[in-house]
């Protein structure tokens, strides 16, 4: 086929209706084109998008049978093995849409691996955001919705976990209430007015029905768009390249280019989430029959991302405080308030405040657009691996049963290495992960100053044998020379030994220590190597054959 | 290149210079023949070789058709497999998963092979801009807002100020006012944890007699006699309540029959009949119930948490995170030898809160044993 010289009247037409009526054409004009950079780790984002997406598609289909109701009705559909069986009504229906519904249990198990890989795409993403320093000026406020929309998103899969009202969801909701019931002061009205009186009374489905297919899939698309547009206003970050720097953005443009592979890409994590659903069973609710309060299935686990909540509850010492004695007030269950509260709390908040904290440390009032290597802000990504750390520790000690059963270890001391290894991992974690970075940073000083390896051996005239290098090619050097200093706030007494402004006083002093051993150049990209002998390459001769020293 | 300061000398002879292991200058990845300069007609756009792309649009088509093929297949499988039992619904789902999995594979492979190999290769370079607006226009902002409020009056006219807030004040607590109902059983909220101190073991039957302990699922009661041997566990719910949710969430029990000299001084032996223990199975971390047993050990133990209670020993905490013992109900049996209720805990059974107080410690000034 020829290719085209106007636009075709299908689309001209309805273009120019539109126009006429909203003046799109400016802004087509401006955005048509709009560049869009490439590199792996900005994909992970567009999982959680997409995924966001499956979730609303397969959720609308759901609701059209599921009963958000615990009236107690004896079951009487496909399922042979419970029928006549009481249960509520949620359940009955939930055995419905998976046994009498064609596709049904197609989207359920879809609905579910969506969730858990909706929860994944966002938590990959905030750390690729972090590491990089993507959070940084202009960023923050967009960083700041984003971890609103972790946390929402949290709040959706303990909503949606407790629908389908079996015995292993019942689990998950009796340890919510006594989660709930302990807090100090408002548990007990807290639980009333969620259960609608005392646990688990008839209204809690229904209730967390509407928060889940309502109140709160609203906030989190209104913020995904809030996100999205702050992300085409701002453009999008880049990593540091050849011809990249922070006042220009390169890369595909969005029409024809970007649009087709996001697309593409949308397509390739529906197929995923429905081979996962075809082929990798997801919460067989059949085989755990219906909730009542009085029994438990060993081996229950939450969704991935409640993990952390349940290791961090497994670990904790038994304690628990009456602060006035036997007095009817006071009881502080310091066993569940303190797991339930402070690793989320550490979490979201940290998250939430680091682009500010660091500021405050580093005095870094710029904008930022050329991403950070993550090795070129030593402390920034050391303090971010310890937090994964204790995250992942805690998530594991959230199956320490089954790490007890499959490695034959005792139960007990799953525990007590946990309660250990909580406070050393991440600790251990900062300082290796600090050297790590360090040595990273030296290994790009040797490539910038020495050249990588050409796999050339030449022998010397004195009969040594050297490995000849060669200098790095444009592209990877200019990649290593987008290292910028991390920014120090001045710290330093002037001549009569006064500290400036800001760093006087404890806090200021606490600042000015922080600031001198966040920011500043550890390792400075061209004296790494202190040899002074230039470039070795081919034919030079250079008798150096470290990179890293 | 970028704008940075570290600019250094580059030797003329370095270009060409291979490094093992990564292609030779001139090849792409793919391992064809880079398009030759003059190919590229705006710069940052790299048209494709025609041939290339000529190839790579048969495999486009072959994709775009599979997913044809798959989603025809989708709809036959819809009408031909049949659900109702796990097997038919497990070939049914295999069918209509497996269908709409390559349907979407193959629609995603093409296009992923349209963008890599048919449209050209982009480095297109745009500005950025400081996001700060202009000064001119945030001075213009300033005078405009400062100008609209004093237009309004809001700012000379304290009482309109004032009352405005006054009047935000009530109405903003509106919505919040209206959850009170929230709790459907219209108590005060003070006697929330009241109710909380109370289980259904507490309460009578119809003719006045103490409930019967019953087994749960089948609502058998318990003649004392016929639970006879040691090591032996039942779950046990209150007789008339085996299908009250709100009833079982504070009531069920775990009971244990053990040999007279096994028991330790933790159990109430006035609230036992012949050996016969009965507990609380709410676990008093959060709430699981506590239902594993350990015959040997005689370790009551929470699935959910790994709470640990020794049920010798009144079910003491001997591990994790529950900070209190499981509490005891006293049991009796009645006349013709069924196992029933001497009446209500003595301590509230499940989770803390709270107004919960050192509810042992209460029980015990009051004299027994908690």
């Known amino acids: ?549 | 290149m970028t704008d940075n300061e570290h600019e250094i000398e580059q030797p003329d002879e370095r270009v060409p210079k291979r490094v093992i292991g990564t292609p030779a200058p001139g090849t792409s990845l793919l391992g064809e023949a880079e398009p030759a300069d003059e190919d590229v007609e705006v710069p940052g756009v790299t048209l494709q070789d025609e041939q290339k792309a000529r190839k790579a649009e048969r495999i486009v088509a072959l994709c775009f058709f599979v997913t044809f093929l798959a989603a025809v297949a989708f709809i036959i499988s819809y009408v031909f497999f049949q659900v109702g039992s796990p097997e038919s619904t497990g070939v049914s789902n295999l069918a209509l998963g497996g269908t709409l999995t390559l349907a979407l594979l193959g629609l995603a492979v093409g296009i992923v092979v349209w963008v890599r190999q048919i449209m050209p290769k982009y480095s297109l370079v745009q500005e950025r801009h400081p996001m700060v607006s202009p000064a001119d226009d945030r001075e213009y902002v300033a005078d405009t807002f400062v100008r609209g409020a004093n237009e309004s009056g809001f700012v000379k006219r304290k009482l309109l100020r004032r009352t405005l807030l006054l009047a935000a004040a009530p109405l903003g607590l509106v919505p919040l006012v209206l959850l009170r109902d929230l709790d459907n059983s219209k108590m005060p909220g003070a006697r929330f944890n009241k109710t909380l101190r109370h289980t259904v073991w507490g309460e009578k039957t119809k003719d006045g007699k103490p409930l019967k302990l019953v087994v749960e699922g089948t609502g058998q009661p318990i003649r004392a006699a016929d639970f006879n041997s040691p090591g032996g566990i039942l779950s046990v719910v209150p007789e008339g309540y085996e299908h009250d949710l709100n009833a079982l969430a504070k009531a069920t029990l775990i009971l244990i029959k053990f040999r007279p000299e096994e028991i330790k001084s933790g159990v109430n032996q006035n609230w036992t009949h012949d050996g016969i223990v009965a507990y609380s199975k709410i676990c008093t971390h959060v709430g699981c119930p506590a239902a594993l047993y350990e015959q040997t050990t005689h370790h009551i133990l929470c699935p959910c948490h790994q709470s640990t209670f020794d049920a010798a020993d009144g079910a003491k905490v001997i591990f994790g995170p529950a900070a209190r013992p499981l509490p005891q109900l006293p049991i009796a049996v009645d006349s013709e030898g069924y196992l029933v209720a001497q009446g209500d805990f003595k301590v509230p059974p499940g989770p803390s809160y709270w107004e919960r107080g050192d509810a042992e410690a209460e029980a015990r000034a009051k004299g027994g044993q908690a």
């Open chain 1, 1 to 549: 086929m020829s290719e085209l010289t106007t636009v075709p009247k299908a689309i001209g037409g309805p273009s120019n209706y539109l126009d006429e009526r909203l003046g799109a054409g400016n802004f087509l004009k401006r955005n048509l084109r709009k560049v869009f950079p490439d590199h792996w780790s900005f994909l992970l984002g567009e999982i959680a998008l997409y995924s966001f997406v499956i979730l609303l598609l397969t959720g609308t289909f759901l609701t059209l049978w599921f009963k958000p109701s615990m009236m107690e009705i004896e079951y009487a559909g496909s399922y042979a093995p419970l029928r006549g069986v009481m249960m509520s009504e949620a359940y009955a229906s939930s055995l419905e849409i998976s046994f009498d519904v064609r596709g049904g249990l197609l989207m359920r198990q879809m609905h579910h691996w969506a969730a858990l890989l909706f929860v994944a795409g966002m938590t990959v993403h905030a750390l690729r955001v972090f590491f990089t320093g993507a959070y940084r000026k202009p960023r923050e406020l967009n960083w700041i919705i984003g971890v609103l929309l972790l946390t929402l998103a949290l709040a959706e899969g303990l909503t949606g976990y407790s629908l389908p009202d079996d015995l292993l969801s019942g689990a998950g909701l009796r340890i919510t209430e006594g989660v709930a019931i302990s807090l100090p002061l408002v548990g007990t009205y807290i639980t009333f007015f969620l259960f609608g009186g005392e646990y688990p009374g008839e209204d809690v489905i229904a209730r967390f029905y509407s928060l889940h297919i309502l109140l709160i899939p609203g906030i989190i698309l209104a913020l995904v768009s809030a996100h999205m547009v702050l992300m085409w206003m701002q453009k999008h970050t880049q990593m540091p390249g050849k011809g990249r720097n922070n006042h220009n953005v390169v890369g595909a443009p969005f029409y024809p280019a970007f649009m087709a592979k996001a697309g593409a890409y949308f397509l390739f994590t529906f197929a995923v989430i429905a081979g996962l659903a075809t082929f990798a069973q997801i919460n067989p609710i059949w085989l755990f029959g219906p909730y009542t309060p009085a029994d438990i299935s060993a081996g229950s686990q939450p969704d991935w991302y409640m993990g952390f909540l349940e290791g961090a509850l497994r670990i904790m010492p038994s304690w628990e405080i009456n602060m006035f004695g036997t007095a009817n007030a006071g009881t502080l269950p310091l066993s569940v308030i303190i797991p339930a509260l402070v690793p989320m709390g550490i979490i979201m908040t940290g998250l939430a405040l680091y682009p500010f904290l660091e500021q405050w440390v580093t005095g870094d009032k710029r904008e930022h657009h050329v991403a950070d290597r993550p090795r070129n802000n030593p402390h920034r990504t050391s303090i971010g691996i310890s937090a994964i750390t204790f995250y992942g520790l805690l998530w594991l000690l959230g199956a320490n049963d089954e790490i007890a059963a499959n490695f034959h270890v005792s139960l007990n001391w799953t525990t007590y290495v946990g309660r250990v290894l909580i406070f050393v991992g991440p600790a251990l974690a900062y300082l290796i992960t600090y050297r790590m970075c360090l040595g990273l940073q030296r290994y790009d000083a040797g490539v910038i100053s020495h050249g990588v390896e050409s796999g050339v051996i030449k022998r010397l005239p004195h009969g040594e044998f050297i490995e000849v290098h060669t200098p790095p090619a444009d592209d990877i050097e200019a990649h290593v020379r987008g290292k910028r200093p991390v920014l120090m706030l001045p710290v330093d007494d002037d001549s009569s030994g006064i500290p400036p402004k800001g760093m006087r006083g404890p806090l200021g002093k606490l600042r000015g220590l922080m600031s001198k051993a966040y920011g500043g150049e550890k390792i400075p990209l061209d004296d790494g190597h202190g040899d002074g002998d230039g470039h070795a390459a081919i034919g030079e001769g250079s008798d150096d054959h470290t990179l890293t020293r």
